[in-house]
Every structure is written in C-alpha cells, then in structure tokens.
C-alpha cells in the first residue's frame, strides 16, 4: 500500500555536505510528522529529527543541533535532511519513518519505514 524510499546517501569528505530525501508513494492519502532516525553498526537506532505535517514544530538530537536542517514537500510527498559539516561520528545508515494514512482508510495513520541509505564520512 505505501513505500517510503531514501536517496542521497554516499561517501563524504569531513566536513562536507549531503542531503537526503525520502519519497513516500503507493495509496497515500495524507502524512502527518516524518522523523529521520540513524543506526552506526552495533549501535541502536537513534532518534535524529522530527518536523509535523505543518513543518511548525521540529526537534533534532543534540549531537546534530546547527549542523543539520529538517524539511518537507508535501506536494511532492518528499522529507528531506540536510546534512552539513558532517562528522566521522555521523556514519550510519539514515532512515525514513513516517505517519501515513491510506486513501483506502483515510482515518487511521499507520507508522512507515524506509530501507535505509548509507552516509559514510570519512577522509
């Protein structure tokens, strides 16, 4: 019924750039809050950043604060994550998740995850 699909991953420089998107498709009806969440190997899944459907009200973990930037699209159905100065410290595989209500139950959001893209920071 619905799909949320990352891109923009990559191999990077410290201190270099790279913005990630996440296309939600299939029988979307609607899609309240998107969250970005990150998992380094062996490590647990870490809570990055959140923005709601009015993009009013974002949160993001300390460790990112003034370096990454959370937005939406949602003519586009499209989140994205930019992601500046990056660290070494920020190599994980950076996932989508979302809250989504289908056109076939317009009432009930269901909570959504993407695949994963990679971001390596390394020199």
């Known amino acids: 019924q619905v799909q949320l699909v990352e891109s923009g991953g990559g191999l990077v420089q410290p201190g270099g750039s790279l913005r990630l998107a996440c296309v939600a498709s299939g029988s979307v009806f609607g899609i309240n809050s998107m969250r970005w969440y990150r998992q380094a190997p062996g490590e647990q899944r870490e809570l990055v950043a959140i923005?709601?459907?009015?993009?009013?009200?974002?949160y993001y973990v300390d460790s990112v604060k003034g370096r990454f930037t959370i937005s939406r699209d949602n003519a586009k159905r499209t989140g994205y994550l930019q992601m500046n100065s990056l660290k070494p410290e920020d190599t994980a595989v950076y996932y989508c998740?979302?809250?989504?209500?289908?056109?076939?139950?317009?009432?009930?959001?269901?909570?959504?995850w993407g695949q994963g893209t990679q971001v390596t920071v390394s020199s």
């Open positions: 998740n979302a809250d989504v209500a289908t056109s076939s139950n317009p009432l009930v959001a269901t909570q959504y």
């Open positions: 923005i709601t459907r009015g993009g009013i009200t974002n």
